[in-house]
C-alpha cells in the first residue's frame, strides 16, 4: 500500500486601517500582525534557492505584535517569514507584490491569513490539501499496524487511502490547470506520480520556462524532467553499487539474469512501509521463477539519531525476507537521488533479465497483474 509526501487557532485580521499614516505614500512592501509573541521578537524574510537561504529583510514586532519590511519584492520566488526554524511561513511572491500577513505566533504554520498575494494564497491551499490527507494517511497507518493480519480490513484500508490520494490529486490538478506556469505550479507537480503524471511535468515545465526561464528552481526542474526520459521504458536502468548493513557491495549488475523490482524506500516513509507486504507478497509468489528485489534505502536523513539501525529494524519489522538491501544512508543526499531524479519515496523500477526498464512505480495489483503477465 502506498501513502503519499503542514499545521488552528483564531487568526486575527488586521486591517491597513491600522497601519493609516500614509499607507500609499509608505516605503513597507510587507506588513502584518503576529499576536502572542513578545515585542522586540526579530521576524526575518528569508529568499529560498535551491543553494541558499538568503536573508532578505528583518523587522522587530512592535507592542501590538506589528511589524514591516522595507525591501521590496523584485524577484518573483519562493519566500519565507520565519520567526525560527519550527516557525515560519512558506510564500511565493512576485515581483512588486505587497502583501499583509497576521497570524498566531504559537501555532503560525496553520494559523495565518494573506491578502495582496495570490500566488501565496494558492501555495497555502496546496499544503493544506497536502496537510490534510497526510494526517488522514497517518490514522490508517496506525489501524493498519494494530490489524496486520486482518485482510479484509487491510483492503479497506487500501481504498480509503486511495480515495484520500484522489482528492487530494484532484486539488493539484485543479491548482496547476489553473496557471501552469506559476512557482506553486513547480510545488504541486513535484507531489504527484511522475510517470502516471508525466504530461503534467511536461505542461508546467514548458510553461515556466517560457516566464521564468532564468529562475534557478525553474532551470532545475526543466533539467529534471529533460532527465525523466532516461528512465522510460525499454532502456536500462542505470547501475547501482552500494552497501548492505554488513557493509558488503551489492550492484545491480549483480542480479542480471532475474526480473529484479528496484525498491527506494525508507525506515522513517510511512507509504513505503504499508506497500511492503504488497512486495513481500509477490516476491514470495515468483522468488522460485526468476524475480528478486532489489531495495535501496533512504534512511540517513537530519532528524533520525540512528539511521542505520533503523533501517535494520524495519528490514526485520516488516518481514522483507530477499537479501538485497543496500544504502548509503545519507537519505536525500544519497547518490540515488540524483542518478534516477528521486522526487518521492516510494518509488520503484521493474526492470528484465538483461537490466532494461519493464515498468515504473508498479504498486499494489498494477505490480501483480505485470508478473503474472511475464512469469505466468
Known amino acids: 500500500m502506498e501513502f503519499r509526501i503542514k499545521r488552528v487557532l483564531t487568526i486575527t485580521v488586521v486591517t491597513l486601517f491600522l497601519f493609516s499614516c500614509g499607507e500609499e505614500s509608505r516605503d513597507t512592501f510587507i506588513l502584518g500582525t503576529i499576536t502572542n509573541l513578545d515585542q522586540g521578537t526579530l521576524i526575518f524574510l528569508d529568499h529560498l534557492n535551491p543553494s541558499q537561504i538568503i536573508t532578505k529583510d528583518t523587522a522587530i514586532l512592535d507592542i501590538n505584535g506589528r511589524f514591516n519590511f522595507d525591501s521590496r519584492i523584485n524577484e518573483s520566488g519562493y519566500y519565507r517569514l520565519k520567526i525560527n526554524n519550527q516557525t515560519f511561513i512558506n510564500l511565493v511572491l512576485e515581483k512588486n507584490d505587497s502583501p499583509i500577513i497576521n497570524g498566531n505566533g504559537k501555532n503560525l504554520i496553520e494559523n495565518y491569513t494573506i491578502e495582496g498575494s495570490e500566488e501565496s494564497k494558492r501555495l497555502k491551499e496546496f499544503q493544506a490539501a497536502y496537510s490534510k490527507n497526510d494526517f488522514f494517511l497517518d490514522s490508517l497507518q496506525k489501524v493498519y499496524q494494530a490489524n496486520l493480519n486482518d485482510q479484509k480490513l487491510v483492503i479497506q484500508l487500501q481504498e480509503s487511502k486511495d480515495a484520500s490520494i484522489s482528492r487530494m490529486n484532484n486539488t493539484f490538478i485543479r491548482l496547476i490547470n489553473e496557471k501552469s506556469g506559476s512557482l506553486v505550479s513547480l510545488a504541486v507537480v513535484q507531489q504527484l506520480d511522475s510517470v502516471k503524471y508525466a504530461d ?28 525523466m526520459d532516461n528512465l522510460s521504458i525499454g532502456k536500462p536502468a542505470p547501475e ?12 545491480l549488475s549483480s542480479l542480471r539474469g532475474k526480473v529484479v523490482l528496484i525498491d527506494f524506500w525508507a525506515s522513517w516513509c510511512r507509504p513505503c512501509r504499508m506497500e511492503n507486504p504488497n512486495v513481500v507478497k509477490v516476491y514470495n509468489r515468483y522468488k522460485n521463477k526468476g524475480f528478486d528485489v532489489l531495495s535501496i534505502s533512504l534512511d540517513g536523513v537530519q532528524q533520525q539519531q540512528t539511521p542505520k539501525q533503523d533501517w535494520i529494524n524495519a528490514i526485520s519489522s516488516d518481514g522483507l525476507i530477499w537479501k538485497n538491501h543496500v544504502s548509503d544512508l545519507q537519505g536525500w543526499n544519497s547518490s540515488m537521488v540524483a542518478l534516477y531524479g528521486l522526487q518521492s519515496i516510494p518509488f520503484t523500477l521493474l526492470i528484465d533479465k538483461e537490466g532494461n526498464i519493464l515498468g515504473k512505480n508498479l504498486r499494489d495489483k498494477e505490480l501483480e497483474h505485470k508478473l503474472a503477465s511475464i512469469f505466468n
Open 200 to 227: 503534467f511535468y511536461e505542461q508546467v515545465a514548458k510553461a515556466l520556462t517560457k516566464k521564468l526561464s532564468d529562475n534557478p528552481w525553474v532551470i532545475s526542474f526543466h533539467n529534471k524532467v529533460k532527465s
Open 240 to 251: 547501482i553499487t552500494l552497501n548492505d548493513p554488513e557493509g558488503n557491495s551489492i550492484s
